[in-house]
């Protein structure tokens, strides 16, 4: 019989590991220094953050078991919606169960007036899903190409468009043109912005990547994670209150859904609290990013020079890339060789850097990628 097997379904599975912990994972009672995920700050694992967390599970228990339009609303998702939406500055915030569902409530909001979704080509697969989800037409421009942007605006006709992008990629670190795409945008388009990996990471405290480009727009919506960047769980759809009063009664993915457990929504306010009072945590993460960076390009990696924890590197060939991942795990370093979707190239290793690091930590790195160009090069 024919292979029916779809191609995504035989890569090889991914790790499952019994702890994960500041820097390291453990798979099998084997412990490697990890630099993959997301946990930028270290906040999932900070002692203040889960003490929040028990406290919630002791009040509310595991989940809310219903809806927040009905009899899932807890005083913690109120009181993050107003701590978010003063955070980042806008009018209003709705808190969704994940980041995934804070783009499709975002995109149920602007459909009935925004029919027409223009997405970067290498935007995140949940702004795509979002935008088809929601019924929008959707068009791409090129990848960080504000002129192509503006050519595909102009070629729409009278509908009105939503402009969608991640603000940070998170394959590879690149920063979307967000400046000119809203140049290049008229006044009836809206620009969302999936803020997932500038959160927590770029703009003063954290507040991401519209406070790191002073960027302040009516035509702006936000929405991003509290999974990554704040180490909990749940997703967050910021702009004008209007807007977000639509999105709380009429989104699917608001209305019709279980929102965050209200430990993690505790978790989540802790966390906000800690990195707003924490300077010190955003000096660590800066330091971070710049020695691995000093590591992977003392390798012979082109490498990316913006404040961005996330770095892609790759070989010249999808075997080798897969071999130097295999090299890194068998000298004690986590890097898994990666085709997650929107990538650079087809396998690359994602190198992600924390603020909870250490340079003793980052060094093994560097001399795992020392040793493996060693061993090329003698095997070449």
């Not at 504000?146 to 670190?173: I, N």
């Not at 945008?185 to 500038?198: I, N, Q, R, T, Y």
């Not at 990554?228 to 859904?257: F, H, M, N």
Request: glycine share 8%; net charge negative; charged share 20%.
């Amino acid at each position: 019989m024919p292979d029916k097997i779809p191609k995504h379904s035989r890569r090889a599975a991914a790790p499952a590991f019994d702890r994960i912990d500041r820097g390291y994972v453990s798979e099998r009672g084997c412990s490697l220094i990890s630099f993959a995920g997301c946990d930028y700050l270290g906040l999932a694992h900070e002692p203040q953050v889960i003490s929040a967390a028990h406290d919630a599970l002791d009040r509310y228990g595991l989940s809310t078991s219903a809806s927040r339009q009905t009899s899932g609303n807890t005083l913690e998702h109120d009181a993050l919606e107003t701590e978010l939406r003063e955070f980042f500055g806008f009018e209003g915030a709705l808190l969704t169960p994940d980041g995934y569902t804070a783009n499709l409530a975002a995109a149920q909001a602007l459909a009935p007036e925004h029919p027409v979704a223009l997405l970067d080509e290498r935007a995140h697969a949940s702004l795509r899903d979002a935008a088809r989800c929601a019924g929008m037409r959707i068009l791409t421009y090129a990848h960080l190409d504000a002129d192509d942007a503006r050519a595909k605006l102009g070629s729409v006709g009278p509908e009105r468009v939503a402009l969608m992008t991640d603000s940070v990629f998170a394959t590879d670190g690149a920063l979307a043109p967000l400046e000119s795409l809203l140049d290049s945008m008229p006044a009836s388009a809206v620009l969302l912005v999936d803020d997932c990996h500038g959160f927590c990471v770029l703009g003063r405290a954290g507040r991401g990547t519209l406070d790191h480009l002073s960027l302040a727009d009516p035509r702006l919506r936000l929405t991003t994670t509290l999974a990554k960047g704040l180490g909990c769980s749940g997703g967050v759809v910021c702009g004008p209150d209007a807007w977000i009063a639509r999105a709380r009664a009429t989104s699917s993915a608001a209305v019709c859904t279980t929102p965050a457990p209200p430990a993690s929504i505790a978790a989540a306010r802790c966390a906000l609290a800690l990195i707003q009072s924490e300077p010190l945590r955003f000096e660590r993460l800066s330091r971070n990013i710049g020695l691995v960076r000093s590591a992977l390009g003392q390798a012979g990696f082109a490498v990316h020079d913006h404040p961005i924890p996330v770095f892609a590197v790759w070989q010249v060939t999808p075997q080798l890339t897969r071999e130097l991942s295999e090299h890194l795990r068998a000298q004690g370093v986590f890097v898994p060789a990666s085709e997650y979707p929107g990538g650079p190239v087809g396998v690359y290793l994602r190198v992600s850097v924390t603020a909870e690091h250490t340079p003793e930590q980052i060094g093994a790195l560097a001399s795992a990628l020392a040793s493996a160009n060693r061993e090329h090069h003698r095997s070449a």
